[in-house]
């Protein structure tokens, strides 16, 4: 892991701790409105249960039940499938970068592409161009970059070394830029593009 030394980190530890904290603070606040929702369902029930028989007085709570469970309904499905959903995977991105396996990769950067969800997670697609060794050339590669972090400030050509974990990038430091690089690449496509044509 000598390589890794003195890589710009793009999580810190206290990165967990937040994302843990807010997981929590949401889980939290859903059960202050199922409580909520409990209480007013309780009420009617005993307030339906303490009415005649029949008596007009009974349609009240069977409609405040009705649209309380609707909106709760509403509401669970908004809150947990789209809000609590994303930060439980947000932390078990960054709790997985703590036990997964790492490679560490030298690569030439390309361009940035359109961020993507992945996994329910916002990142920033950084295309770098990387040597195969099967292949004996070039292949583009995606890495992904937190969106909740800083993008990291590279041009066309840069030779970034970079730690990822699931293509997902950990750490990084540029050791170099080639600007005949990007062209030589692009010299190469093109003259494959029109072979490829005929």
């Keep these: 892991m000598k390589d890794v030394l003195f890589m710009t980190f793009v999580y810190e530890d206290c990165d967990l701790t ?5 997981k929590k603070k949401l889980f939290y606040i859903y059960l202050c409105i199922l409580l909520v929702y409990v ?3 309780a009420a009617c029930l005993i307030y339906y249960l303490n009415t005649p028989y029949n008596a ?6 069977k409609w405040i ?9 509403i509401f669970s499905y908004i809150f947990l499938a789209i809000k609590y959903q994303r930060v ?5 991105l960054i709790s997985y970068l703590s036990v997964g396996l790492k490679a560490v990769n030298n690569s030439y950067f390309l361009r940035y592409d359109t961020p993507e969800l992945k996994d329910n997670v916002d990142f920033y697609v950084l295309i ?3 040597w195969n060794k099967k292949k ?10 937190d969106k909740e972090k800083p993008l990291p400030a ?3 050509g840069d030779k970034v070394r970079y730690l990822t974990q699931g293509n997902v990038i950990v750490g990084y430091e540029v050791v170099g830029h080639d600007d005949g690089f990007a062209e030589e690449l692009e010299k190469e496509k093109a003259a494959r593009s029109r072979i490829g044509s005929f």
């Design 88 to 92: 439980r995977k947000y932390y078990k």
């Design 39 to 41: 209480v007013v369902c």
């Design 136 to 145: 004996s050339e070039y292949m583009d590669r995606k890495i992904y970059c």
């Design 18 to 22: 937040a994302a843990f904290k807010q």
């Design 65 to 73: 039940v009705w649209i309380a469970s609707c909106l709760f309904v």
């Design 154 to 156: 590279f041009t066309c």
């Design 128 to 130: 770098m161009s990387e």
């Design 56 to 61: 007009p007085e009974q349609t009240a709570p």
